[in-house]
């Protein structure tokens, strides 16, 4: 669903990065009439999103799955809250997978409770679209089965999942 306001993934079809107000459990999306009114720039949208999505990811625990040679194939961020989508905008994201998966991560956000977390290099992360697409219907919530890489360098888009 396309928001009033929102900003462009680089090379991305499907998602985009839309900013919310959190009023208790509802997420609120408005309009740019209302952003402009309380003389809202974006830069300070940007600044506040930046510091909720720290909150949100310093709450957060990586479960890592290892294949039968131990090595991570990929890691889960699951929270019951629906706090996952932001959490992977937090400028240190990052850092939680540098010293597992490396410098350069492959990122899918299904939905607003999870996100899976690759290896960029040597990943089989296209092999793993039944996973994804479960937690994709699992709820009301759906984000996006397009596949990002993360870097220092920002998001840019590589990918879709598609089933057979």
Do not use: C
Not at 10 to 19: I, K, M, S, Y
Not at 51 to 61: K, Q, S
Request: aromatic share 14%; proline share 6%.
């Amino acid at each position: 669903m396309h928001r009033q306001v929102a900003w462009e993934i680089r090379g991305a079809q499907r998602t985009e990065f839309t900013p919310v107000v959190v009023d208790g459990d509802d997420y609120l999306f408005p309009s740019s009439k209302i952003w402009d009114q309380f003389h809202v720039e974006k830069e300070d949208i940007l600044r506040r999103g930046a510091i909720a999505a720290a909150a949100d990811l310093a709450t957060l625990h990586p479960r890592y799955e290892r294949n039968k040679k131990q090595v991570i194939e990929y890691a889960e961020l699951t929270s019951t809250r629906p706090i996952v989508a932001s959490a992977v905008l937090a400028p240190k994201f990052l850092d939680l997978f540098r010293d597992t998966l490396g410098d350069k991560v492959i990122l899918v956000v299904p939905s607003r409770f999870t996100a899976y977390v690759f290896p960029a290099l040597a990943s089989d992360y296209q092999d793993y679209y039944p996973m994804v697409f479960e937690a994709y219907r699992a709820t009301a919530w759906p984000i996006s089965v397009e596949v990002f890489e993360v870097s220092k360098e920002g998001w840019k888009t590589v990918g879709v999942y598609r089933e057979p």
